[in-house]
Nanobody, 128 residues
Framework: QVQLVESGGGSVQTGGSLTLSCARS????????MTWFRQVPGGEEREGVA?????????YYVDSVKGRFTVSQDAAKNMIYLQMNDLKPEDTAMYYC????????????????????WGQGTQVTVTS
């Protein structure tokens, strides 16, 4: 099993920045995709935000965060990060990291059903 623990959430004003971290531990499994999702309070679905592939560090982003968020990994430390700049109130959500064991087509990278391992989430609140 793979355990994931997110940290770094908090409350910031519009235009502020936060860096989320996701620490991985447990049994080693090849996980080609490491992706950040978010879920708004009362929302039914988790939205894919940004992700990175473990092999070639190819990154992918939802349009609403391009140019503001940066996803990265430190493989030696078993960590992935989400640097979030120019935060907006609509970025307010619970943020989760998720790891998937299957190599996905580009059209599936933001499908939460394709990910086997999830953290418990970290809350990000952006006030206006």
């Amino acid at each position: 099993q793979v355990q994931l623990v997110e940290s770094g959430g908090g409350s910031v004003q519009t235009g502020g920045s936060l860096t989320l971290s996701c620490a991985r531990s447990g049994t080693y499994l090849r996980t080609p995709h490491m992706t950040w999702f978010r879920q708004v309070p009362g929302g039914e679905e988790r939205e894919g935000v940004a992700g990175i592939t473990s092999d070639y560090e190819k990154t992918y982003y939802v349009d609403s965060v391009k140019g503001r968020f940066t996803v990265s990994q430190d493989a030696a430390k078993n960590m992935i990060y989400l640097q979030m700049n120019d935060l907006k109130p609509e970025d307010t959500a619970m943020y989760y990291c998720a790891f998937g064991v299957t190599l996905l087509a580009r059209t599936s990278v933001f499908n939460p059903d394709k990910y086997e391992f999830w953290g418990q989430g970290t809350q990000v609140t952006v006030t206006s």
